[in-house]
């Protein structure tokens, strides 16, 4: 496959062309990949006011008390989404489901490590820890290639 890569002109607008033979499952994921990143979300803040935020600043999802918050470094926001529907939202980039109430972005994992009864606790960049669900544990390895 060749890749060409040109720089617009200073007025011009950015734009992806794909040309393919076939449409296979990689593409669709890659283009999905490149979707999610133009994607904001819209958080809610305890003082009333709202931000908008980058999903790629997100370590993870998480549903508390019929709430759905993301994660990020530093950061906790409230989000109006349900924590199904940012499941299909971001469906084929680095979010995965790991258990009924967490929705882990891959990209901010930097280990995993083996857990008692089938589970695994996935380290984070921020030194966080999550747990992987023992029934989401067979998808994480499959999306890792393991």
């Known amino acids: 496959m060749r890749v060409v890569i040109e720089k617009p002109p200073e007025d011009g607008e950015e734009e992806l062309i794909v040309r393919v033979n076939q449409l296979s499952e990689r593409v669709l994921e890659l283009l999905r990949v490149i979707q999610a990143e133009d994607e904001k979300l819209m958080c809610y803040h305890e003082d009333g006011s709202l931000s908008v935020l980058c999903p790629s600043s997100v370590f993870y999802f998480e549903s508390v008390d019929n709430r759905v918050y993301a994660y990020e470094k530093a950061?906790?926001?409230?989000?109006?989404?349900?924590?199904?529907?940012?499941?299909?939202r971001f469906a084929g980039t680095d979010f995965i489901r790991i258990s009924k109430s967490m929705i882990l972005n891959l990209a901010k994992v930097e280990r995993f490590v083996p857990s008692f009864s089938g589970r695994f606790e996935a380290i984070l960049q921020n030194g966080e820890k999550v747990v992987i669900s023992r029934q989401y544990v067979p998808a994480v390895k499959k999306r890792l290639g393991l």
């Open 75 to 88: 950061e906790v926001s409230e989000l109006k989404q349900k924590l199904y529907e940012l499941e299909q």
